[in-house]
């Protein structure tokens, strides 16, 4: 069993930026991928960002556009999502997951594990 705990969210202006972090417990993160989704008000959940166990990053370009970067401590068992320029179309529920394998997966079905999420608010 894994359990996650996402932190960092917040209300911030359009333009900053902010770091959110998942920290987990009950096992070690290093074997596994471990990716970002997010879930805005009357849309689906869609993923953002993964990092497999090597560390290998992918990203739904079409929408961080080089904006977010994931990273991972696995001494810590933690991944953070950096943010910067962040938009109004950015607020959204931010959830991280893992997936029991070592690759990333654009599919929320991939995932056995979610945190609880955090909140990450944009104003214009």
């Known amino acids: 069993q894994v359990q996650l705990v996402e932190s960092g969210g917040g209300l911030v202006q359009a333009g900053d930026s902010l770091r959110v972090s998942c920290a987990a417990s009950g096992h070690f993160f290093r074997p596994y991928a471990v990716g970002w989704f997010r879930q805005a008000p009357g849309k689906e959940r869609e993923f953002v960002a993964g990092?497999?166990?090597?560390?290998?990053?992918?990203y739904n370009v079409d929408s961080v556009k080089g904006r977010f970067t994931i990273s991972r401590d696995n001494t810590n068992n933690t991944v953070y999502l950096q943010m910067n320029s962040l938009k109004p179309e950015d607020t959204a529920v931010y959830y991280c997951?893992?997936?029991?394998?070592?690759?990333?997966?654009?599919?929320?079905?991939?995932?056995?594990?979610w945190g609880q999420g955090t909140q990450v608010t944009v104003s214009s």
């Open positions: 990092i497999n166990s090597l560390g290998g990053r992918t």
């Open positions: 997951a893992v997936r029991m394998g070592g690759a990333t997966s654009y599919s929320t079905t991939d995932y056995s594990y």
